[in-house]
């Protein structure tokens, strides 16, 4: 390894661990990293020059000198990511810190015509009207329900849009930024730590429902990108329709839409109700869950690592976690326990941060 590129990695390590802790010293660097102490020093105070990292106190002295506090500066560099399905359109903007430093979410139905790209496009310009510093904008990841090429810019076929071997080109063409592509439910897995999810599986519990997994911190995408399409095993057999025509898909069952589309509400309204104790939505709910832990019980006997329970119901689950614990348990007769269930890091627009990490993550690695 060439002596340049090995500079690269050690200065993306400290920045990622930087990132990853909300402050942290020389000392610790140096321990956690297992890096000599001139070899932190060196590239800390390089990313202090250049404003990349920031002083932001002292700690307690434990006898000497009192240890800077290190942090990253989150405004250094932004990534804007965008969500697309087949009704709405979800925008954030992500610092370099991985927060959400803005948050949007509107009804536009997709089309392929050109008055849906025009939409988008203004949209999105109304979205960073307000922010300052646009030039740090390093790029713009857009997340698509389907299956998605990233490198010949084509989406394979997405059941929700209704599209197969679409061009994505087209879409990438009205903004200024560079574009990425990538499924949203790998966009989600992409928004959670890799180093700490190492071997994990992400389940996307969105209006469909979809998946994804990493072996060893990197995301399996499969011979031909449909790994991790859990919505299309069958949950069911001869059971409910599923939008894609085969009956008894797990979408059909554990798709966040399955708890809305019968009375037309919104998931915040409909999970309002179960926690007001309304019968006919705790029933739903005591439905879902039951079908969601059989879902859960079957991917954690394939692939046996942790799960980690995304999309819009994902974001509702950390109340309910004991619940879907013990039910889990019914179905699993080899594990006492369900700590391998994790809650996942966003509940809002996942797949829109992980997009937007994208770019944060590849700057990381130029430094």
Not at 86 to 100: C, D, M, P, T, W
Not at 273 to 292: C, I, P
Request: aromatic share 8%.
């Amino acid at each position: 390894m060439a002596g340049a590129e090995k500079r690269n990695i050690t200065k993306s390590k400290i920045v990622n661990y930087i990132i990853n802790h909300e402050a942290t010293s020389k000392v610790e660097l140096s321990k956690d990293l297992n890096l000599s102490m001139p070899t932190v020093l060196s590239n800390v105070n390089e990313l202090l020059a250049n404003g990349i990292a920031v002083e932001t106190g002292e700690y307690e002295s434990t006898g000497g000198r009192k240890a800077k506090r290190i942090s990253i500066n989150p405004a250094y560099r932004y990534a804007v990511g965008i969500r697309i399905t087949a009704k709405h359109a979800g925008f954030v903007l992500v610092n370099l810190s991985y927060e959400i430093e803005k948050y949007e979410r509107i009804r536009l139905e997709f089309s392929t015509e050109a008055a849906y790209y025009l939409q988008l496009s203004e949209a999105l310009e109304r979205f960073l009207s307000d922010v300052e510093n646009r030039e740090r904008i390093l790029g713009i990841g857009i997340s698509i329900p389907g299956i998605v090429n990233s490198k010949e810019r084509m989406l394979i076929k997405s059941h929700a849009l209704q599209l197969e071997n679409y061009s994505l080109s087209f879409l990438e063409q009205i903004f200024s930024l560079p574009v990425y592509f990538e499924n949203d439910a790998n966009a989600a897995m992409m928004a959670e730590d890799l180093n700490n999810y190492r071997n994990a599986l992400y389940l996307s519990l969105n209006n469909t429902l979809g998946g994804a997994f990493c072996i060893d911190g990197k995301l399996i995408p499969g011979a031909n990108q449909k790994a991790g399409e859990f919505g299309h095993m069958i949950l069911v057999p001869g059971g409910k329709k599923c939008y894609c025509g085969k009956q008894g898909c797990a979408d059909a069952y554990c798709a966040a839409s399955v708890l809305t589309d019968d009375t037309k509400e919104t998931l915040e309204q409909f999970m309002k109700k179960v926690e007001e104790q309304d019968g006919q939505a705790v029933k739903v709910w005591k439905e879902y869950l039951n079908n969601l832990a059989i879902l859960i019980s079957n991917l954690r006997m394939a692939y046996d690592m942790d799960i980690i329970l995304g999309g819009e119901v994902g974001g509702y689950l950390a109340d309910h976690m004991i619940t879907l614990g013990k039910k889990v348990m019914e179905y699993n007769g080899f594990e006492h326990d369900a700590r391998y269930l994790k809650v996942c890091s966003y509940k809002r627009e996942a797949s829109a941060v992980g997009v937007a990490k994208h770019y944060l993550q590849a700057f990381i690695k130029t430094l």
